[in-house]
Structures are given as structure tokens and as C-alpha cells.
């Protein structure tokens, strides 16, 4: 499968990929309105493709236990789990460096 057929399988398949984009462009699109410094915007990116790229990995995951051991052995779940926290360990530490840096600028708006 090449690299465009799988992001395009995830996309369609996986509804958080969908989210997690939508999510990524309101970010990206954030970072470019407000006056943030390069390193701001470079880190913006870097945690929006971060969160994407463990969605990706944690979706692999799945379908590579679900092959091998198709939810007849517990460590399936518990291998599922530990993705998951992985992908929602990501997303709340971009959240929090994302709040840190534009809650001041929305601040500004509304002063």
C-alpha cells in the first residue's frame, strides 16, 4: 500500500483521524492569525502532526492485533488500551501547549 492509499484509508476509516485533522487545521490556521513567534507556529505544527502520527501508529496497532489475535487473548485489549493512552497523552499535552500559547492572545481580544 503506498503512503497516499494509507492515509487515505485512515481518513475514511477512522473517525478521530477526521476529528484530529479538523482539529489540526483550526490550530494551524490560529497560528498563523495571531502574531506568534516562528518557534510558536514550528511547535504548533510539530504537536498537530505528533497527535496524527500516534493516531496512525495506534490505528496500525489495532488492525496488526486484531490479525494476529482477533480479541480472543487479553493482551488485545490491554495493547489497545496502552495505544489509546498513548494517542489521548498526546492530544491533552498538545491541548496544554496550545492553551498556554494562545489563551493570552484571545485574552487580548476580549480586554
Sequence with gaps: ?????????IFVSEPNFRLQILVGLVVLLLAWYFPLKNWERILMILLAVAVLVMEI??????????????????????????????????????????????VPYFLQILK
Design 1 to 9: 500500500m503506498s503512503a497516499g492509499r494509507g492515509l487515505k484509508q
Design 57 to 102: 501508529l495506534n490505528t496500525t496497532f489495532e488492525y496488526l492485533s486484531d490479525l494476529l489475535k482477533p480479541r480472543l487473548h487479553h493482551y488485545v485489549r490491554t495493547i489497545k488500551d496502552i495505544m489509546a493512552g498513548a494517542v489521548l497523552l498526546t492530544s491533552v499535552g498538545a491541548a496544554i501547549v496550545g492553551l498556554m500559547i494562545f
